[in-house]
């Protein structure tokens, strides 16, 4: 009894709260007048109070956050067309930011034009922006092969999908997500072992292109000291002509090599072009390419014809003797050459050992093989999936299925294993590509990454002629003459008493 007198007192006192709430300034309740307080009322009251009581307490540790979300939905009486205003001014402040935001990145589009000429002549600047992804000029994106080979994995796929749809009864209740475990651990070593073929492939061109700038150098270098001795200009030429066209014959043949016909070889000879050639420094005489055209790699002999020749101007003394440092010193430019000239004909024709590069390729042609099979799988069964969340019926054999996802979940899950399986090994397969065409240095059988011999060996050609012409005319100064000084010459009369002396001495048998 004592408790049921207690239990009403503390309803009454729950209810008198409650109007006073309601009547107080600001709120959102209208003001009430106070309630007729009866027997019956306060019987009810201490029934409700009671059932109350015996409900189970909140825990201790409720979260604070929804409580105030509570109070603050409570606090904000919006109606629908205010939210839609809300809403539509989100929108709109995100469009504006989103405008704002390009136009203060096309206010300098000139910066980032990649300019593309040849394989090294492009503005690297370019490819610091989004439209390296928009350019496929001089690119493995323009290549035949790589498209072939992406046909050739979609083709996999739908042959694939067909037989998931055609064989199961209900593909839409396979879990797509259990095929992607069958590439998982050899795309990690498919990754690893394309790294360091690609690496590989990097260092053996710029190996190449390494010993094809040295040849230049020790053009010059030549060059340089010819005219420091003061050698005549028709003899100078003779050097720098032989050097150019050692550089020029040396591109040319190694991309003729890479030709397979028989045929486009008799077609591109190279001795033609350099009977007709109107540049002085690139050009043979007949006699000259007739000695040539039977030898297989005839620029060593160039550079032999310049170290016999440097050999007469010793012996005419219109440089130091042979047993002086800087004929010395002439003769190993011509031996750098020769040097530069065996490390471009290792770089390009001797390659990796094929029992590598076939495992490398067979390895990635089965992770891509596998992965077309995973996209198959999974496309087969969203397709399933997407058919039977439309009607249940929608299957081959006529059993209904009730899918465990939505259609937006299947159409995100396809979209996800399509990044995964598809645009990967289409990644891997450039890459491939990219580590072959890296041993064209200088094309024939890929023009992709192939050094442009001709230009360079052009604008060398112009760079020597113009420094010909500035060196034989110094600004304040006579051009320096060593035949013509006093300190060579019993260094010139003693070599020739020795040539005299050594012809007219017998031959011993």
Known sequence: ???????????????WIYVCACSGEGSACPPTPPPVITTQVLIQTGINSSAVSQM?????????????SDQTAKELPWSSLQIWLVMK??????LLLCAVACLGSLRQPDIFNLRVKDTMTYNALGLLSWIALLSASRTVWINKTIWIMACRFCSVVLAVALLEISMFPDPGS?????????TSVLTVFVSLLLGFYLTSSVKRWSTCIDGFLNLFEVIRALQMQLHALGVGRGDIARVVRYGLVSSWLCARLQRIDNIASKKKKAVYSPFQGLRDAPDVFLSLTDEECEKLEGIDDPCPILWLWVALFLGRLASDGDIPPMAS??????????????????????TTEVKIPYLYTHTLSAIVHLNNILCAINMGLTLGSCIGAALTSIDSRLTLYGIESYPTSTASQTLQLLLVQSLKCFFVPLLYQACLEICFCLYSAFGGETEEAMIPSDRMVKEWSNELAGLMDLAMHPPHWQAPAFKHSISHVP?????????SQSAKKPMKV
């Open 89 to 94: 001014a989100v929108m709109l402040l995100l």
């Open 56 to 68: 189970p307490a909140k825990p201790a540790n409720g979260t604070a956050e929804a409580d105030q």
């Open 174 to 182: 396979m879990d797509p997500l259990a095929f992607s475990e069958i």
């Open 491 to 499: 260094d010139i009369q003693r070599t020739k008493a020795q040539i």
């Open 1 to 15: 009894m004592i408790r049921g007198m207690a239990t009403s007192i503390w309803g009454i006192s729950l209810l």
């Open 325 to 346: 440092p800087t004929y010395g010193r002439m003769v190993m430019l011509a031996n750098d050459a020769q040097v530069a000239l065996k490390e471009i004909r290792m």
